[in-house]
């Protein structure tokens, strides 16, 4: 019927931008979508390339390979990956815990974990601060071992992880819990100790929602501000994140640095988060739909 | 491996799934749990595999006791219901998932493992899958992966929960049939569960029927239904009607009537007495015969089965009859049991 009714469009020369679906609503919501994404996001970042856009290549060459611009970027994005990387490690066991083993005080602890989502980060970095100084609860004990994490980069990974751990956590946890019970029984029965079986089994079907979580925790720590420019020192060259630099930049009122250096992290974020999301599409595609 | 198990009892937090259960399963069997929901039957087969273990008892897998074994040691092959595939592993992955855990001393060289899959492939009749992933098959072939893996470490015991139960009519068939000459050909020990009977009574050789908790009978499939150990077992296997009747001295009576000394040897007082459809006759004589009023005629296949509403309480009794049997205008009628058990009531 349809397509005597419609004879001139033969297949496929008619851009069909929508499936038919028993969903209704496809148009309102992509509409609502773009303009939505656009005017929150697209908008913010769109202005912020044109800027940079307008500084010229050679100007931007030249503000964007300062060496302290590079000193910022490499410590911003080593320290937001050792933190991930720490929160995917340790989140995965935190979230296991919560799932698997009922003990007193889970419910608490379970809250616990969102705690860095709430406090101000100011006063995660002004308490880590505390901690970590070299007369501080933590750092007078590690000070005579010559480990120093208060305003050295290893203060600014604690930080990040710190912020990050809860990304890892809550996009872990749901999976796990819905991860069946009998797959691991399978493997049991098919003589898999339990090490090989949380190895072969259940970390492979979790890692799609770890690298998510990931994701989430790199983002949010190569963007953090609040809490880790308490506990870093922001010495120049040594512990001086990229997002304070921006700052320092602004209030010097040199709007062309600030804005060639944020077009720069903007790019490698960008980059590093593309990535993550091919590896996972590669990922689904061999585990079906539902990964 | 023959098993024998021993009193067997398990409690969920003081709740008993299973009373002290005990049975011997022969070498080479093909034996079938059957029973309701809530029978216990899925525990049974979880306490043989080593997933659960017993609050009392022990399972012997030949002289050995197994009960202290863990579910890794006793080297059993067990397949889900819901198949439990790894669906990050490949087919063949799959399959070889069993070899490849062993450690470097048992652990056959790669090149054997990957022959290995393949031939088990071809066994379950899925020779060109091994490079797919679980969620690209059906039902049916993920059935047969989750088979050829359990098959793969060559277990003692196969032990299979609800083998077919998420799959459609036909498939489920046809895998029955499958799994019967599979069976015959490897001649390993097979439990299965089942709450089908007609599963169970077409594919095993033996089947214990359980219910809440206990066995009521174990047997041929053919002793199971025409001698049922109880009530019970008569009501859950094939189709039947039961008549409260009363014992006196070796005579049943149904109401007032004398359905003649069918009852030797069974206690005074109420009894119930089970009849199948198929296992009574039109008869004209009223002498030791049921009578009653047609409340509704269906057909039924080849048969035609008669309502009969029999006695003053109005109990139902589903009489199948040929469909050749031409329906009489009298509303009431008398059939004759040829075949028929008796239990006492409660």
Do not use: C, K, M
């Given at each position: 019927m349809t397509a005597a009714l419609l004879p001139?469009?033969?297949?496929?020369?008619l851009p069909r931008l929508r499936q038919p679906s028993v969903l209704p609503g496809f148009g309102l919501t992509l509409g609502f979508t773009l303009l939505y994404l656009s005017a929150v996001v697209l908008v913010p970042l769109g202005a912020l390339v044109a800027k940079a856009a307008g500084l010229g290549i050679s100007d931007f060459a030249a503000l964007a390979t300062d060496p302290r611009t590079l000193a910022a970027l490499r410590l911003s994005f080593l320290a937001a990956l050792a933190a991930a990387s720490i929160n995917a490690v340790f989140g995965v066991l935190v979230a296991w815990v919560l799932v698997r083993y009922d003990f007193p005080l889970r419910r608490v602890v379970d809250a616990v974990i969102d705690l860095p989502f709430a406090l101000p980060t100011a006063v995660a970095g002004i308490a880590l601060t505390a901690l970590y100084a070299p007369n501080g609860w933590v750092g007078q004990y590690l000070a005579p071992l010559g480990l120093k994490i208060a305003y050295t980069p290893l203060g600014v990974v604690a930080a990040l992880t710190f912020v990050g751990l809860p990304f890892v956590v809550r996009t872990v946890e749901p999976v796990l819990r819905d991860l069946d019970r009998d797959v691991e029984e399978a493997a049991a029965t098919l003589g898999a100790s339990r090490r090989q079986t949380v190895f072969r089994v259940v970390l492979p079907a979790l890692l799609p929602s770890i690298l998510t979580g990931f994701a989430l925790a790199l983002a949010r720590a190569v963007g953090e501000y609040g809490s880790v420019i308490f506990i870093a020192?922001?010495?120049?060259?040594?512990?001086?994140i990229a997002p304070l630099l921006i700052v320092i930049r602004l209030e010097e009122y040199d709007y062309a640095a600030a804005t060639a250096l944020a077009a720069e992290m903007l790019g490698i974020a960008f980059l590093m988060l593309l990535t993550i999301n091919l590896i996972q599409a590669v990922g689904r595609r061999r585990l079906g739909r539902h990964a | 491996m023959d098993i024998s198990i021993r009193r067997l009892r398990k409690e969920f937090d003081r709740y008993p799934a299973l009373h002290g259960v005990s049975l011997d399963i022969a070498s080479g069997e093909l034996l079938a749990l059957l029973g309701p929901s809530g029978s216990g039957k899925t525990t049974l087969l979880r306490l043989i595999a080593g997933l659960e273990f017993p609050t009392s008892g022990a399972v012997f897998f030949g002289a050995e006791d197994a009960s202290q074994k863990s579910v890794r040691e006793r080297n059993v092959g067990f397949v889900f219901q819901h198949y439990a595939l790894f669906r990050h592993m490949s087919v063949a992955d799959n399959i070889a998932f069993g070899l490849r855990v062993r450690d470097r001393a048992t652990r056959p060289p790669e090149d054997v493992i990957r022959r290995r899959a393949a031939e088990l492939l071809e066994l379950v009749q899925l020779p060109q899958i091994g490079n797919r992933f679980p969620h690209q098959l059906s039902g049916g072939q993920r059935q047969r992966v989750a088979l050829a893996r359990a098959l793969a470490i060559e277990p003692q015991v196969l032990l299979l929960d609800e083998?077919?139960?998420?799959?459609?009519a036909k498939v489920r068939k046809e895998l029955r049939r499958w799994l019967r000459e599979l069976h015959e050909r490897t001649g390993h020990t097979t439990v299965f569960v089942t709450h089908d009977q007609e599963e169970a009574m077409e594919m095993s050789d033996r089947v214990v029927v359980m219910g809440q908790g206990r066995i009521e009978q174990v047997g041929a499939p053919d002793e199971i239904y025409d001698r049922p150990a109880s009530a019970f077992v008569h009501g859950f296997i094939g189709d039947s009607s039961a008549l409260s009747v009363t014992v006196d001295r070796g005579e049943v009576f149904l109401g007032r009537r004398s359905l003649g000394p069918l009852a030797a040897g069974l206690p005074d007082g109420p009894a119930r007495m089970l009849l199948r459809p198929h296992d009574l006759e039109l008869t004209a004589q009223s002498a030791g015969a049921i009578a009653g009023r047609i409340a509704a005629v269906r057909r039924h296949g080849g048969a035609r089965m008669i309502e009969l509403e029999v006695g003053d309480k109005g109990e139902r009794l589903e009489v199948a009859v040929p469909a050749s049997t031409p329906i009489c205008p009298e509303p009431v009628q008398a059939f004759r049991p040829l075949r028929w058990q008796i239990y006492p009531a409660g």
């Open positions: 001139r469009f033969a297949a496929g020369t020192g922001n010495i120049p060259y040594v512990s001086e | 083998p077919f139960g998420a799959l459609d």
